[in-house]
C-alpha cells in the first residue's frame, strides 16, 4: 500500500514537472488519440430531466464537429453544472464544457458511463435547487434545454504517467420560452410588484407574504385559453408572460410563485406531476419549518382557495407527482404534513400576538391530526401604522422627523443616535422607523446624510 501511494506522489510529481504553462491537454495534437469519436445528441424537451436516455452510440460524428475554442475547463461535474445553470439563465443558444478526468482510459469507452455522469449530471447539478430566484427550479421548464453533443480526448499514455481525458460537451437548446431580454424584465417587475404588496419588509410574517402574492398571482393572470393549442408560441410557458402579459399556462404560474417567493427569502419549491386534467405544474412552499401545498392556476379567480396551503391528505393526494418529489431524500428535505396550514397551526399552544414594538410567538404544541410537536418561532413586530401622526393601533404619536431623542427639537444628540442606528449599535423597529427620514422603508446612509443636512440647517 505504502509502495502504490509512493509511485502516485512521484506520478504526480512527474506530471507537475512536464505540465507546460498553457495547453497542455490539447494544444499539441499529437498528444492525443488522434480523431476521438463525437457523439451527437439531442432530444425533444423533456418535462423531468432526469428521463434523458443513454446517449445511442449509432450517432458517432468526426470530434472536429464540435468546435470548443471557447469551452471552459472544469475538473468537476458541480463547477461545471453551475456554468450549464448561468449558460442557461442567460438563454445562451449553444456552449459547452471540458471536463478533465484523471485516470485509467480502456480502448473500450463506455458510451453509457459518460452520458450518465457527465452530460446529464451536469444538467441536473445546473438545475439544482440553490435559493437563487432565478437558478435552480426556475431552470425547469423554460424550453428545449436538454440537446447537445458529445466528445474527448485522451492523451496518448505515457508509461509512469496516468492518463488524462478531456470530455468535451456542448449543449445547443433547440429553444427557450422566453428570450434573455424578457427575462431581464422579470427581475425588475417582481422587485415592483414585491413593492407594490408591501410585503418586502421584516415586519411582515411569512404567511402573510405568502397570502399577498397567492393572491395577486390568482386575481390577476388568467389561463392562457387562447393560445392552448398553439404549439409555436412558447412564451406562455414562462414567468415572464404570468408577470408581463398577465396570462400563461401553469407552469408560467408556478414559476412566477417560486421566483418571487425566492426573492422573499421564503423557500419554495416547483413540482411537477399528473393531475386528473394531465400533465401540470404546482409549489410547495416553507412556513415555520415545513412544507405546504399550493397551485395557484387552480385557484385562479377564486376568492375562496380550494388549493392555498394544504397537507397531502387534502385534494393533492389525487395527484401523481414525477418520481423525483416521491423520492426519500426529497421528502426527507421537504415535510409535507398530513394536515392543512390551518388545522395544523391551530394546534399551537399559547400563540403570542405581536405588538407594534414587540415580536410575538407562534407558540408550540402537538399536532392532534398529524401528531407533529410544533415548535414555536417568532412573529415579527408589525410596526406602527401611523395616521395623521398617531397610529391607529397603540396611539403612539409620531415624533417630529428627525427627532429621534423626542426633546423636541432636532439636535447633535439625534445625530449620534442616527450613527448608532447606522452602526446597528441602537435598534428597534420603532426606532429604525423613525429613523428612515426618507421614507424609503429603512434607515440607511441615505437617512445619514439628511440628519447631517439637517443638523448643518440645509434641510427641515
Ligand atoms: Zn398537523
Ligand atoms: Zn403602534
Not at 438 to 446: E, T
Request: one cysteine or more.
Amino acid at each position: 500500500m505504502l509502495k502504490r501511494l509512493i509511485c502516485a506522489a512521484l506520478a504526480a510529481a512527474l506530471m507537475l514537472c512536464a505540465v507546460p504553462a498553457e495547453g497542455w491537454y490539447f494544444d499539441a495534437p499529437g498528444n492525443f488519440y488522434p480523431d476521438g469519436p463525437v457523439l451527437e445528441y439531442s432530444l425533444e424537451p423533456s418535462m423531468d430531466p432526469r428521463v434523458i436516455p443513454a446517449l445511442p452510440e449509432s450517432d458517432l460524428l468526426a470530434p472536429m464537429a464540435i468546435d470548443y475554442s471557447s469551452f471552459p475547463t472544469f475538473s468537476t461535474v458541480e463547477e461545471a453544472g453551475r456554468y450549464w445553470g448561468d449558460c442557461v439563465r442567460d438563454r445562451k443558444a449553444s456552449f459547452g464544457v471540458l471536463i478533465t478526468s484523471h485516470g485509467e482510459h480502456e480502448n473500450e469507452v463506455d458510451w453509457e458511463k459518460i452520458a450518465n455522469e457527465y452530460y446529464t449530471d451536469i444538467i441536473y447539478e445546473g438545475l439544482k435547487h440553490t435559493g437563487e430566484p432565478d437558478k435552480g427550479d426556475y431552470l425547469r421548464q423554460i424550453g428545449g434545454t436538454y440537446g447537445g453533443s458529445l466528445s474527448y480526448l485522451v492523451r496518448s499514455g505515457t508509461e509512469g504517467r496516468r492518463e488524462i481525458t478531456k470530455y468535451i460537451i456542448s449543449y445547443e437548446p433547440g429553444y427557450y420560452y422566453s428570450t434573455a431580454e424578457e427575462e431581464a424584465q422579470v427581475g425588475p417587475l417582481v422587485d415592483q410588484l414585491i413593492d407594490e404588496l408591501g410585503v418586502r419588509s421584516d415586519r411582515i410574517s411569512d404567511y402573510d407574504k405568502i397570502a399577498a402574492v397567492y393572491g395577486w398571482i390568482t386575481e390577476n393572470i388568467r389561463y392562457d385559453y387562447d393560445t392552448l393549442n398553439d404549439d409555436s408560441y412558447h412564451t406562455k410557458h414562462s414567468a415572464y408572460a404570468g408577470i408581463k402579459n398577465r396570462t400563461c399556462v401553469c407552469s408560467g404560474y408556478a414559476l412566477l410563485f417560486y421566483r418571487i417567493m425566492l426573492t422573499l427569502g421564503i423557500d419554495c419549491r416547483y413540482i411537477t406531476g399528473y393531475t386528473t386534467g394531465g400533465y401540470h405544474a404546482w409549489n410547495i412552499v416553507n412556513l415555520y419549518g415545513e412544507y405546504f401545498l399550493l397551485d395557484s392556476t387552480w385557484d385562479e379567480g377564486c376568492e375562496t382557495y380550494s388549493w392555498f396551503l394544504l397537507g397531502t391528505s387534502s385534494r393533492f393526494k389525487e395527484r401523481n407527482n414525477d418520481s423525483q418529489f416521491d423520492a426519500e431524500d426529497f421528502k426527507a428535505a421537504y415535510n409535507i404534513p398530513p394536515c392543512a396550514y390551518a388545522t395544523h397551526e391551530a394546534a399551537r399552544l399559547g400563540p403570542i400576538a405581536p405588538s407594534c414594538v414587540a415580536e410575538g410567538s407562534t407558540g408550540s404544541g402537538l399536532c392532534p391530526e398529524c401528531s407533529v410537536w410544533l415548535t414555536a418561532y417568532s412573529v415579527p413586530a408589525l410596526g406602527h401604522d401611523f395616521s395623521d401622526g398617531v397610529c391607529t393601533r397603540c396611539k403612539r404619536v409620531r415624533p417630529a422627523r428627525g427627532d429621534l431623542t423626542e426633546d423636541g427639537g432636532v439636535d447633535v444628540m439625534d445625530g449620534v443616535i442616527m450613527q448608532r442606528i447606522l452602526s446597528g449599535i441602537e435598534g428597534g423597529i420603532e426606532l429604525c422607523d423613525f429613523a428612515d427620514l426618507n421614507l424609503d422603508g429603512q434607515a440607511d446612509v441615505m437617512d445619514g446624510v439628511i440628519m447631517q443636512r439637517m443638523l448643518a440647517g440645509l434641510d427641515t
